[in-house]
């Protein structure tokens, strides 16, 4: 029995499934992984500062003349195979959760409801100063009339779209239930996540202690691999259009 083929079979058998994804999961959807040198993004701002916290509330009108360039791609981007294909689990009763390190809200796009953002939610911005919260486009329209950061109507504070930066801590709540759902699942599939990213990379972990069977699905090896009950490296569309096949036959 070939990989594909196991992994059909664990999934008809679970009752409790929780699918993590990272970026791998959105580049067939366009969306580049920002992370990635290849990507250019990081070539062409030779400082960085401005995604820190710090950072950016020293400098927010820099943050956002690069997020008005790049962050347009996330907003237009729609689902992809991959996505619908963990929304059709849910439906059947299959998944009972996406823990997603993405912040481009595909997941709920393509009909997933239990969704587990851990690095935030971009479609939300939020005032650091008294906390009323805002659709990040019409925060991003703004900034592009005023071609600077846009203040918050209220207070005149810094509005800062709802994700996490570097040096910030990711959210308390959401890291913690994300645990809860891990360590309690019996499958924990692993969607196009390179898992270097501490402590979301430590989710795996979790389940595998708990007994849960572990499964990698990611175009290149990760530092668990070894950790992983099934391990299959290719695309992900190329990946869920074999499992349909198998599991519609």
Known sequence: MNEINKLAEKIKNSKNIVVFTGAGISTESGIPDFRSPKT??????????????????RNPDKFYDFALETFDIIFKANPNDAHYFIANLEKKGKVKAVITQNIDGL???????????????????????????????????????????????????????????????????????????????????????????????????YAKEAGATVVILNKTPTPYDSLADIVINDTLSKIVKELEEVMDG
């Open 40 to 57: 250019g993004l990081w070539n062409k701002y030779s400082d960085l500062d401005f995604i820190t916290i710090d950072g950016f509330k």
């Open 107 to 205: 997941h709920q796009k393509a009909g997933s409801k239990n969704v587990l953002q851990l690095h935030g939610d971009l479609t939300k911005s939020i005032c650091l100063s008294c906390n009323v919260q805002f659709s990040t486009r019409r925060m991003f329209e703004i900034a592009k009339k005023l071609k600077a950061a846009p203040k918050c109507p209220q207070c005149g504070g810094i509005i800062k779209p709802n994700v996490v930066f570097f040096g910030e801590s990711l959210p308390a709540d959401i890291l913690e239930e994300s645990i809860t759902y891990s360590k309690n699942c019996d499958l924990f599939i692993v969607m196009g996540s390179s898992l270097v990213v501490m402590p979301a990379a430590l989710l795996p972990g």
